[in-house]
């Protein structure tokens, strides 16, 4: 069944016996990896990993790891990330099953409204499906404020605003800026503590030093030396790369949309009109100059790389900084081909 915003909090806090499959799906994976660990938490339970390729190549595997024991009695959730359309027949062999011990997770980043994972999950009343997008205005502002909770800290609605800006509404920004602050003020779940400006001002991800998410804004306007600059800056453990694709991500799904409805006929103009509150002011020549610089084939070419940078950093026990360079790079003389 398809989950709303208001009810997908109540299917996880309080899961419900007859459902096996939780397909968690949308642009803001962070937001679906917490909602995915908080069914965990409320079923007590431990995660066990299960790659989509085992699935694809063996449909029956889902079934068999969800009916087995945990081999130490406790409850378990198999956990399937990244998972896509490969993983299809699996969950039908999952909810054919006469009754599994543990349900299924599986994080599946942005689907086609004709994926036939997404069609299944939403059919079936043994399956949640939801769509999880990044949150904006009053909603970004209380999502920062219930991440610093969970750290210890009290934000003001005006500091959760700035954080909230300075990360893109990215939950996963959100969560490593708020944790590096609660240690930085000495706050915890047990000992809260104010989050004030000065202390955003020291250690905040709108700092200067912080300030890794315009590297793609550099990479799809072209900016190929000001780039390179950027990218000798970073440090040499690649703990921003995440951050920088998941930025490169944002703003490909507000200009692959865009783009094709230029190509289709309607004015750059009325296009960027249309854009209105989703961009800064000081960002919209910027994104003018990008729907002129790209075509609908180039970025979806380049949203796919991007997806594949992603999953090879995300697990990869060291994310490579040089992998990370060497695609902006590769965008940003792409982007200057037109």
């Given at each position: 069944m398809k989950a709303?915003?208001?009810?997908?909090?109540?299917?996880?806090?309080?899961?419900?016996?007859?459902?096996?499959?939780?397909?968690?799906?949308?642009?803001?994976?962070?937001?679906?990896?917490?909602?995915?660990?908080?069914?965990?938490?409320?079923?007590?339970?431990?995660?066990?990993?299960?790659?989509?390729?085992?699935?694809?190549?063996?449909?029956?595997?889902?079934?068999?790891?969800?009916?087995?024991?945990?081999?130490?009695?406790?409850?378990?959730?198999?956990?399937?990330?990244?998972?896509?359309?490969?993983?299809?027949?699996?969950?039908?062999?999952?909810?054919?099953a006469p009754s599994i011990e543990s349900p299924a997770v599986a994080i599946a980043g942005a689907l086609r409204k004709t994926s036939s994972?997404?069609?299944?999950?939403?059919?079936?009343?043994?399956?949640?499906?939801?769509?999880?997008?990044?949150?904006?205005?009053?909603?970004?502002?209380r999502m920062v404020m219930a991440v610093g909770r969970s750290f210890g800290l009290k934000l003001a609605p005006d500091a959760a605003a700035r954080i909230a800006a300075a990360a893109g509404n990215d939950q996963a920004i959100v969560t490593q800026e708020l944790q590096k602050l609660a240690l930085y003020v000495d706050a915890s779940p047990h000992a809260p503590k104010?989050?004030?400006?000065?202390?955003?001002?020291?250690?905040?991800?709108?700092?200067?030093?912080?300030?890794?998410?315009?590297?793609?804004?550099?990479?799809?306007?072209?900016?190929?030396?000001?780039?390179?600059?950027?990218?000798?800056?970073?440090?040499?453990?690649?703990?921003d790369a995440i951050p920088v694709v998941r930025s490169l991500q944002r703003r490909l799904i507000m200009l692959a949309p865009a783009r094709a409805r230029v190509e289709r006929g309607e004015s750059p103009d009325a296009v960027m009109t249309s854009l209105g509150k989703a961009l800064f002011w000081k960002d919209k020549a910027m994104v003018g100059r990008m729907l002129a610089q790209w075509d609908a084939e180039r970025l979806a070419r380049v949203a796919e790389r991007t997806g594949k940078l992603e999953r090879s950093l995300m697990f990869s026990p060291a994310p490579e900084q040089a992998a990370l360079g060497e695609t902006l790079l590769a965008i940003a003389r792409e982007a200057r081909r037109r």
């Open positions: 709303t915003k208001p009810s997908i909090g109540r299917a996880v806090d309080q899961p419900a016996a007859q459902v096996r499959f939780y397909l968690f799906h949308g642009p803001d994976d962070a937001q679906s990896r917490a909602l995915g660990q908080r069914l965990v938490q409320a079923l007590g339970a431990a995660k066990f990993a299960i790659a989509a390729g085992a699935v694809k190549s063996d449909p029956a595997a889902l079934a068999d790891e969800a009916g087995a024991m945990s081999l130490f009695g406790g409850a378990r959730v198999v956990w399937i990330e990244p998972a896509g359309d490969e993983i299809t027949a699996g969950v039908e062999a999952l909810l054919e994972l997404l069609k299944l999950a939403e059919a079936s009343p043994q399956a949640v499906a939801f769509a999880a997008y990044l949150p904006e205005g009053q909603d970004a502002e104010a989050l004030d400006h000065a202390a955003i001002d020291a250690v905040g991800t709108d700092t200067a030093e912080g300030d890794v998410l315009r590297l793609a804004d550099l990479a799809l306007s072209g900016e190929v030396d000001a780039l390179a600059g950027e990218l000798a800056r970073l440090p040499a453990t690649g703990s």
